[in-house]
């Protein structure tokens, strides 16, 4: 999973979405256009796909997807410092 804000999608807040894949990413970062920024949403969905500024922000977009790391994994277990091995002593 990678995390990216709204800003880094071309957006104008710092709205934090996480996806799993580009394509998720930009499905969820329209969803969010569409709720928090309606009049960019419409002005994105008025634009064809071939349009120059739509191959240029997907560019970009493709090229923050590639430079995001990941998100770090949930901590494991191995963050408790839990050592109490008593060794057995055998008889
Ligand atoms: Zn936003």
Do not use: R
């Not at 807040?13 to 969010?32: F, K, N, S, Y």
């Not at 071939?50 to 560019?59: F, L, R």
Request: aromatic share 4%; net charge negative; charged share 20%.
């Amino acid at each position: 999973m990678k995390t990216m804000t709204c800003k880094q999608m071309g957006g104008t807040c710092d709205h934090p979405i996480t996806a799993a894949t580009p394509d998720e990413m930009m499905a969820l970062g329209m969803a969010h256009l569409e709720s928090a920024h309606p009049e960019m949403a419409a002005q994105v969905k008025s634009m064809a796909h071939d349009d120059p500024m739509m191959v240029a922000w997907n560019e970009t977009f493709q090229k923050t997807w590639a430079e995001t790391p990941e998100n770090p994994e949930t901590p494991a277990a191995a963050e408790t410092p839990e050592v109490a091995e008593t060794p057995e002593i055998a008889a």
